[in-house]
C-alpha cells in the first residue's frame, strides 16, 4: 500500500479528470445522436411528399370559377334578349304593315285604285296594238303607259276632277307606305308583298301626273312611290344597327 500523499492527491486528479472526460464524451455523444436523429427527420419530411391544403387558394379558384360562370350567363342572358328585343321589332312592323292593308281596304283607297284602273283599260285597249309594237323596249313602253295616264287626268293643272282625286289618293296610300317601310315602323317585303303589283303598274302610268304636281309646287310629289318602286328603302337591321 502506497502511504505517499503527494501521489494519492495526483491519482485523484486523474481519477476526475478522466471521469470530466468520460462526461464530456457522453455528452458528446448524446449531442450528435440528437443531431443525427434530427437530420433523419428532416430527410425523411424531404422525401415523402406532403399534401398541403391551401383553404385561400381553393376558396379563390371556386371564387373565379363562379365569376367566370356568371359573366357567361350574362352574356348569354344579354344576347337572348336582344334578339328577343329585335324579334318584337320585327313583329311590331309586321303588325304595322298588316294595319296599313286593312285601311287599303277600308279607307277608300282599294276603291281609288279600282276607279283609276277602270278609267285606264279603255284607253289602254286602244293601246294594246302599240303597247305590243315596242316589245321590250322600257322607255318606249312607259312613254305609252304615261300618255295614258295622262289622258285619264286630263292633261290639265286644275288637278280637281274625280280622277285627279283618285289618283291622288292612291298617291298618298303609297307614299305613306313607303315613308313607313323606309322608317322601319313597318315591314317593306310584307308591303311589297300586298302592292308591289300595284305600285309598279300604278307608278308607270301616272309618273308623268306626279312630274307635274311637282312642277305646280308640290316639291317631292310621287317621290316616295318611286323608291317604293324602285327598293329604295331602308332595309331593317338588327337593333337598328346592323
Same mark, same amino acid.
Given at each position: 500500500?502506497?502511504?505517499?500523499?503527494?501521489?494519492?492527491?495526483?491519482?485523484? &486528479?486523474?481519477?476526475? *479528470? *478522466?471521469?470530466?472526460?468520460?462526461?464530456?464524451?457522453?455528452?458528446?455523444?448524446?449531442?450528435?445522436?440528437?443531431?443525427?436523429?434530427?437530420?433523419?427527420?428532416?430527410?425523411?419530411?424531404?422525401?415523402?411528399?406532403?399534401?398541403?391544403?391551401?383553404?385561400?387558394?381553393?376558396?379563390?379558384?371556386?371564387?373565379?370559377?363562379?365569376?367566370?360562370?356568371?359573366?357567361?350567363?350574362?352574356?348569354?342572358?344579354?344576347?337572348?334578349?336582344?334578339?328577343?328585343?329585335?324579334?318584337?321589332?320585327?313583329?311590331?312592323?309586321?303588325?304595322?304593315?298588316?294595319?296599313?292593308? $286593312?285601311?287599303?281596304?277600308?279607307?277608300?283607297?282599294?276603291?281609288?285604285?279600282?276607279?283609276?284602273?277602270? &278609267?285606264?283599260?279603255?284607253?289602254?285597249?286602244?293601246?294594246?296594238?302599240?303597247?305590243?309594237?315596242?316589245?321590250?323596249?322600257?322607255?318606249?313602253?312607259?312613254?305609252?303607259?304615261?300618255?295614258?295616264? *295622262?289622258?285619264?287626268?286630263?292633261? %290639265?293643272?286644275?288637278?280637281?276632277?274625280?280622277?285627279?282625286?283618285?289618283?291622288?289618293?292612291?298617291?298618298?296610300?303609297?307614299?305613306?307606305?313607303?315613308? /313607313?317601310?323606309? *322608317? $322601319?315602323? /313597318?315591314? @317593306?317585303?310584307?308591303?311589297?308583298?300586298?302592292?308591289?303589283?300595284?305600285?309598279?303598274?300604278?307608278?308607270? @302610268?301616272?309618273?308623268?301626273?306626279?312630274?307635274? &304636281? $311637282?312642277?305646280?309646287?308640290?316639291?317631292?310629289?310621287? %317621290?316616295?312611290?318611286?323608291?317604293?318602286?324602285?327598293? $329604295?328603302?331602308?332595309?331593317?337591321?338588327?337593333?337598328?344597327?346592323?
Amino acid at each position: 500500500m502506497d502511504d505517499n500523499p503527494t501521489k494519492a492527491a495526483a491519482g485523484a &486528479r486523474r481519477e476526475q *479528470e *478522466e471521469t470530466a472526460e468520460r462526461d464530456e464524451i457522453r455528452r458528446r455523444g448524446d449531442a450528435e445522436h440528437q443531431a443525427a436523429h434530427t437530420a433523419v427527420g428532416v430527410l425523411e419530411g424531404l422525401s415523402v411528399a406532403k399534401v398541403v391544403e391551401d383553404q385561400y387558394s381553393s376558396l379563390h379558384k371556386a371564387d373565379e370559377i363562379a365569376a367566370l360562370l356568371l359573366k357567361i350567363v350574362t352574356v348569354l342572358a344579354l344576347t337572348f334578349g336582344l334578339f328577343e328585343y329585335d324579334r318584337q321589332k320585327a313583329d311590331a312592323r309586321v303588325t304595322q304593315s298588316l294595319s296599313l292593308v $286593312q285601311e287599303w281596304e277600308t279607307g277608300g283607297y282599294r276603291a281609288a285604285f279600282t276607279n283609276t284602273n277602270d &278609267r285606264l283599260w279603255p284607253l289602254y285597249s286602244q293601246s294594246s296594238d302599240a303597247i305590243a309594237a315596242v316589245g321590250d323596249d322600257k322607255d318606249a313602253r312607259a312613254l305609252l303607259y304615261g300618255n295614258i295616264g *295622262e289622258a285619264v287626268t286630263g292633261r %290639265d293643272d286644275a288637278f280637281v276632277s274625280d280622277a285627279d282625286r283618285d289618283v291622288d289618293l292612291v298617291f298618298h296610300f303609297f307614299e305613306r307606305a313607303a315613308i /313607313c317601310a323606309d *322608317e $322601319q315602323i /313597318c315591314d @317593306y317585303p310584307v308591303l311589297k308583298t300586298f302592292f308591289g303589283s300595284e305600285a309598279d303598274s300604278f307608278w308607270l @302610268y301616272f309618273s308623268k301626273y306626279a312630274e307635274r &304636281r $311637282q312642277n305646280d309646287g308640290y316639291a317631292g310629289y310621287g %317621290d316616295w312611290t318611286r323608291r317604293f318602286v324602285e327598293g $329604295q328603302i331602308t332595309p331593317a337591321k338588327f337593333l337598328g344597327l346592323f
